[in-house]
């Protein structure tokens, strides 16, 4: 069974974005398998190197779309953002200095951060952006 899992719920109701969450929850699945696996440093250090730079196209997509739709919640958004990005940096930097993720920590603040922000935060543009054509 997989660590964190898609379902519909966590849907905007907008293709490209969908597809990106869909992504993200599938690079926290492979570190975690990679984590659970034993699977060496360099393993791991290639997955989150892969993820810090999945999540920051990710976040300039919705970025993009609230910035050109005016969303009047953007600078908060945008805040959880850098948060996050800053909790993905922060286990690459544990990593390059040559630790391993063998603890379940780490991975699940990124999974319930993940996971809260599509059902609490980005679901707030969810109507905004379809009203603007995007499906
Ligand atoms: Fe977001």
């Given at each position: ?68 739709f ?55 543009y969810?109507d905004l952006f379809?009203s603007?054509?995007?499906?």
């Open positions: 069974m997989p660590y964190i899992e898609w379902s519909d719920s966590f849907s905007v109701k907008v293709k490209e974005i969908d597809d990106q969450h869909k992504k993200l929850i599938g690079m926290i699945n492979k570190l975690h398998d990679a984590m659970l696996a034993n699977r060496g440093r360099e393993v791991q250090a290639e997955i989150i190197f892969e993820m810090l730079e999945y999540v920051s196209y990710h976040f300039t997509t919705e970025e993009k779309y609230m910035s050109s005016a969303y009047p919640g953007y600078e908060a958004h945008k805040r959880e953002h850098l948060e996050f990005a800053a909790e993905v940096a922060d286990l690459k930097a544990r990593i390059d200095r040559g630790a391993l993720i063998l603890s379940i920590m780490p991975l699940s603040l990124l999974r319930d951060w993940l996971q809260n922000h599509i059902l609490g935060t980005d679901m707030k969810s379809n603007k054509g995007l499906k």
